[in-house]
Structures are given as structure tokens and as C-alpha cells.
């Protein structure tokens, strides 16, 4: 894809879509950031790159700390001389109930969803703008373009970085700085596990865990999820300068759900 020498962050990187995406980029030539809150899974991603001779920075730490949610771009800077590329996949299933909300609950998914992949954006416009550009992609969700019945308030954010993202795409377009979202439906990873496997999601007390995992793939036309490398290859395209010309998308990649 014509990578060699970008420098990236990719969030969320210590396993599942993340840890796909990272990897990919790296065999790409990019340089990655590799950044999460699990610092084992992050050395292991880390040492992986590494050890296939490719450059990685392990990056751990709490990204609801703004200070360490723009801290992550000032030490890409500093170790790699500067950022081109940066993949806002953090993200959490949040709370499944309306009546009965744990608003404590609805402030987390807000702060890990919207307002930490705000503030590494806004870290990342200037060393972006110092090399003439960037591309900038967040993972919204289907659920973010289409109502979800088990988790309006996880609709409500994800539809919010949506917008958040259309909107920087045209802001920042004419700086050569490109912004999309990358909308999944269900993804075989650590996540859909918890998503689907929540005490107060409704169908799934005392549910096999697998079962559950299955029941979600089969809402797609497809009748399966998603392998998180499958989502990452598109999440790398966007990121690329293969979709040069592709600004402010919201991309399903969901087997044809939202068809």
C-alpha cells in the first residue's frame, strides 16, 4: 500500500481489531505506536512487530487521563520524528439498560468512546499538519447508523463519533488531512464477550458465552462475525494513501447487515 516510512497510533492495539490492525501496519512499513491499558498485551504486540523487524513503541496507561490521552502523540513525536497516521479504535460496550441507567456507567462510555479519541485528535492535528497531512480513522459501529435495541446509549456515542468525525473530515479536508469512520457490525474478539455476556443484557443470564457469540453473528446476511483481521484491512485501507480521495465516510463492514 505504498506505507513504508508512515508513522502511526493505533489505540486499543493489545488484542482483537487493534492488535490485528497494528500488526498489518507494521508489515506495511509503518511504524506503530502501540497503545492500551493492558501493558502485558501491549509488549507482547510490542515484541511481536519487533521481532519481525518492524519499529514498535509501547504506549500503556488510562486514555480517560487526558494528559496520557494526548500524551501518546507527543511520545510517537519523539521516538519516530512525527505522526501521519492515527487509529482512534478505543472504545467500550457501555451500559444495555435505559431505565435504571448507572450514569457512572453512561460517563465512562462517553469518556472512552468520544472525548479520549477528542483529545488525541486534537494532539494529533499539528504534528500531522507539520508533515502535510495525515489520515485520521475512528471505529464507530453499526450501531452508530442504526438504532440498537440492546444498547441505545452504546447507539447514542457511537453515533456521536460518527459526527465528530464527518465534521473534522471537513474541517481539516482542504490541510490534507483525511478523517473517517469504520462502522463494524459483530467482531469475534475480547469485546463482542463482554458486549454480549452482560448481566443486564437481555438474553444473556446464565447463556453460553459461545452461543451468545454465534446469535450475534447470525444477524448478519453473511451469518457470521467478523474476523478482527477482516476489519482491520479495510481500517488500513482507509488509513492509507490508497483511499486518498475518501474523507468523511462512515463505512459498514458488517457481512451486508446494513444493506
Not at 508533515?131 to 480513522?137: E, F, H, Q, V
Not at 441505545?152 to 479536508?173: D, M
Not at 476489519?231 to 468523511?248: C, H, N, P, Q, R
Amino acid at each position: 500500500m505504498n506505507m513504508q516510512g508512515k508513522i502511526a497510533i493505533v489505540t486499543a492495539a493489545a488484542s482483537g481489531t487493534g492488535r490485528a490492525g497494528a500488526l498489518i501496519l507494521a508489515r506495511e512499513g509503518v511504524a506503530v505506536c502501540v497503545a492500551d491499558q493492558d501493558q502485558a498485551g501491549v509488549e507482547a504486540v510490542v515484541a511481536q512487530i519487533r521481532g519481525q523487524g518492524g519499529r514498535a513503541l509501547a504506549m500503556s496507561g488510562d486514555l480517560r487521563d487526558d494528559a496520557m490521552a494526548s500524551g501518546i502523540v507527543a511520545a510517537t513525536v519523539r521516538e519516530f520524528g512525527g505522526l501521519d497516521l492515527l487509529w482512534n479504535h478505543l472504545g467500550v460496550p457501555g451500559p444495555s439498560v435505559v431505565e435504571g441507567l448507572d450514569m457512572e456507567g453512561w460517563d465512562l462510555t462517553v469518556d472512552l468512546n468520544l472525548r479520549s479519541q477528542l483529545v488525541t485528535t486534537i494532539a494529533a492535528l499539528p504534528p500531522m499538519r507539520a508533515r502535510g497531512g495525515g489520515s485520521i480513522l475512528f471505529t464507530a459501529s453499526t450501531s452508530g447508523l442504526a438504532g440498537s435495541p440492546w444498547s441505545p446509549t452504546y447507539s447514542a456515542v457511537k453515533a456521536g463519533v460518527i459526527g465528530l468525525s464527518r465534521g473534522l473530515a471537513k474541517r481539516y479536508a482542504k490541510e490534507n488531512i483525511r478523517v473517517n469512520a469504520i462502522c463494524p457490525g459483530p467482531i469475534d474478539s475480547p469485546m463482542l464477550r463482554v458486549f454480549v455476556n452482560r448481566p443486564d443484557q437481555p438474553g444473556s443470564a446464565d447463556a453460553d458465552v459461545e452461543a451468545l457469540v454465534r446469535k450475534a453473528g447470525n444477524l448478519s446476511p453473511m451469518g457470521r462475525a467478523a474476523q478482527p483481521e477482516e476489519i482491520a484491512e479495510v481500517a488500513v485501507f482507509l488509513l492509507s494513501d490508497k483511499a486518498s480521495y475518501v474523507t468523511g465516510v462512515a463505512m459498514p463492514v458488517d457481512g451486508g447487515q446494513m444493506a
